[in-house]
């Protein structure tokens, strides 16, 4: 049987021995009787509260989401700004004049940005290939010649960089869970720094400054024209990756400073 069906009449009887009071007393009890049906109908009994020890609070805390949800977004952004700073960098060595020396204790002299195209800026003159910059310290130590690392590790600011910064392999090696091994399906992001092995010790790595599809423009120490030079490079995320133009290397993955 519906308990309201049986409520109901009890209620109405109710209300009239209270109307029948209330003309004899002029009391006003009736608005607590009223609310005892709804009270009913709730499944609390009219002028009881929670059982004793049980919790009424919330099982998780907004302000504790709110201020995870904020932290998370604020990791991201700080992220974004960071990754473009890097790219900023690799803008900024490309575009501007950087200084080289053609011999060790030589005269310090400036490149000209954009020569012999605007994808290149030459740190050196005619086919000196001296290899000897402002990013590997000029080469005062001659094992320092090779300076594609070097580039790299200025273009993060010298932050989350492998210990051995001027050796390609340690971009692999060197930076924990921050390794990613290639993958077709898995890309870099600008500020990442893509990096090949060869035979023996050789390697070479290059700064990811834009992603667009499966192309991957970098922007690389130690490279293109006499091979001393800083210069933008394009690359197809596919197959077995990224080749470089001397095909002497085979891409292994990127690095990531977060």
């Not at 805390?61 to 790219?87: L, T």
């Not at 020569?115 to 290149?120: A, E, K």
């Not at 599809?213 to 922007?219: A, C, E, L, S």
């Not at 596919?238 to 292994?252: E, F, N, W, Y």
Request: hydrophobic fraction near 35%; aromatic fraction near 8%; charged fraction near 20%.
């Amino acid at each position: 049987m519906d308990n309201r069906r049986a409520i109901a009449p009890v209620t109405a009887v109710l209300l009239f021995l209270t109307s029948a009071l209330l003309a004899l007393t002029g009391a006003t009890a009736a608005p607590a009787l009223a609310a005892a049906p709804f009270a009913a109908h709730s499944g609390t009994r009219a002028g009881t509260g929670p059982e004793p020890g049980t919790d009424t609070e919330p099982d998780t805390d907004p302000d504790a989401v709110d201020e995870g949800v904020d932290e998370a977004v604020d990791g991201a952004v700080n992220e974004a700004a960071e990754r473009q700073r890097i790219v900023d960098r690799t803008t900024d060595a490309l575009t501007t004049p950087k200084r080289f020396r053609l011999k060790p204790g030589g005269p310090v002299l400036r490149s000209v940005p954009g020569r012999p195209d605007r994808d290149t800026n030459y740190l050196g003159k005619g086919n000196s290939n001296a290899n000897m910059n402002e990013y590997n310290g000029f080469a005062r130590n001659p094992n320092a010649r090779q300076w594609c690392g070097f580039f790299a590790a200025a273009m993060w600011g010298r932050r989350g960089v492998p210990a051995d910064a001027g050796s390609s392999r340690a971009w692999r090696t060197g930076v924990g869970r921050r390794w990613h091994p290639y993958a077709a399906g898995r890309l870099p992001k600008p500020g990442d720094v893509l990096m090949w092995a060869g035979r023996g010790t050789a390697g070479h790595v290059g700064v990811v400054a834009a992603v667009s599809g499966t192309r991957v423009t970098t922007v690389e120490g130690n490279t293109g024209y006499h091979s001393d030079s800083i210069a933008r490079q394009r690359y197809e995320w596919t197959g077995a990756g990224p080749v470089l133009k001397d095909r002497s290397k085979t891409i292994q993955g990127f690095a990531s400073r977060f």
